[in-house]
């Protein structure tokens, strides 16, 4: 089991910032690749984006790249997104999960790829 608690989440106005954590326990934190998801009411699970257990690569879905960065403090069992430029369709609420892959991988963005997930941090995007 890899519990997961994300925190930093609220409201802000269109154009502002967040910075999402996740804190993770269990001794082998650099052994999981984590992932923010997102869902808002009425859709799918959306992948936002991911990192790998050494932190050296990183994925992200379209629609937020050049405006949110995901990173990881392995030393402090953490992994953040720094959201800037939030837009009223980032509004949703935002999930932290883990995996284990045999390499220093990302995968696909799917969430079926992921063993373990956070309760949900609220982002609310006011326009």
């Known amino acids: 089991q890899v519990p997961l608690v994300e925190s930093g989440g609220g409201l802000v106005q269109a154009g502002g910032s967040l910075r999402l954590s996740c804190a993770a326990s269990?001794?082998?934190?650099?052994?999981?690749?984590m992932a923010w998801f997102r869902q808002a009411p009425g859709k799918e699970r959306e992948f936002v984006a991911a990192?790998?257990?050494?932190?050296?690569?990183?994925k992200y879905e379209d629609s937020v790249k050049g405006r949110f960065t995901i990173s990881r403090d392995n030393a402090k069992n953490a992994v953040f997104l720094q959201m800037n430029s939030l837009k009223p369709e980032d509004t949703a609420v935002y999930l932290c999960?883990?995996?284990?892959?045999?390499?220093?991988?990302?995968?696909?963005?799917?969430?079926?790829?992921?063993?373990?997930w956070g309760q949900g941090t609220q982002v609310t995007v006011s326009s």
């Open positions: 269990g001794r082998t934190f650099d052994s999981y690749a």
């Open positions: 990192i790998s257990g050494s932190g050296g690569i990183t």
């Open positions: 999960a883990a995996t284990y892959f045999y390499s220093d991988y990302v995968g696909h963005g799917d969430p079926l790829e992921y063993d373990y």
